[in-house]
């Protein structure tokens, strides 16, 4: 079965400290992975792809097929890092995107 | 450039009624793809529409189904509302070709009473 998992709803973390969003996918194949961010009072947006290897805002995500895993890093948390992280896959030449349940990420101060 | 667009932001049903949700995809793209978002939940796929066809559909019933028309906005139908279809509906619009960089919509919240 295809599915998405986010083991954390909440992760709290204090400026500049390291963070890390964890996402496990199951899957029969090669998906696309992607981590897609909705900041308060704001639309779902992506935020990076596996494909593309870049980091966005500082942050980077490397694909682990060994372990099926997709996670989010940032090497120092800012304050406005706060906001609802969801990993997603989708199966190649697909149609069908399947989101995780989200993680909540809280900066503090 | 405009963005994705959804009408309306919010409504009230009862159960057994029917409900159109509308959505206006982004400029330049032809491909349309509906969401439910549950409360404290991911968005689940429904469908995805590619010039004005079904192209692919999720685990929802037939009561919900959908239309793209030939400028590429869609709409999704949901027929006999349930308590449980209360949730955000999310339309999501890309370009084929780029079909993993989709570009969302605010949502339209639906409440079934």
């Known amino acids: 079965a295809q599915r998405v998992t986010q083991p954390e709803k909440l992760l709290s973390v204090f400026k500049g400290a390291p963070v890390e969003l964890k996402c496990n996918y199951s899957?029969?194949?090669?998906?696309?992975l992607f981590w897609y961010v909705q900041y308060s009072r704001q639309r779902l947006q992506l935020l990076l792809r596996?494909?593309s290897r870049e980091s966005i805002k500082g942050f980077t995500a490397d694909l682990n097929k060994g372990e099926t895993s997709f996670h989010l890093k940032k090497p120092f948390a800012q304050e406005e890092d706060s906001a609802m992280y969801y990993c997603?896959?989708?199966?190649?030449?697909?149609?069908?995107?399947?989101f995780g349940a989200g993680t909540r990420l809280f900066v503090k101060a | 450039e405009t963005g994705v667009t959804q009408s309306p932001t919010h409504l009230i049903k009862t159960r057994g009624q029917q409900v159109t949700l509308r959505c206006s995809s982004q400029?330049?793209?032809?491909?349309v793809s509906w969401y439910q978002q549950a409360l404290g939940q991911g968005p689940q796929f429904i469908f995805q529409?590619?010039?004005?066809?079904?192209?692919g559909r999720g685990n929802f019933p037939p009561r919900f189904s959908g239309l793209q028309f030939p400028n590429y906005s869609s709409e999704l139908n949901v027929n006999a509302l349930e308590l449980d279809d209360s949730a955000l509906y999310l339309c999501?619009?890309?370009?084929?070709?780029?079909?993993?960089?989709?570009?969302f919509g605010p949502g339209t919240r639906l409440t079934v009473t």
């Open positions: 400029s330049g793209h032809n491909t």
């Open positions: 899957y029969s194949g090669s998906p696309e």
């Open positions: 596996h494909i």
């Open positions: 999501a619009s890309s370009q084929s070709g780029r079909a993993g960089e989709q570009y």
């Open positions: 529409y590619y010039r004005e066809e079904e192209n």
């Open positions: 997603a896959l989708r199966g190649p030449g697909g149609f069908k995107t399947i």
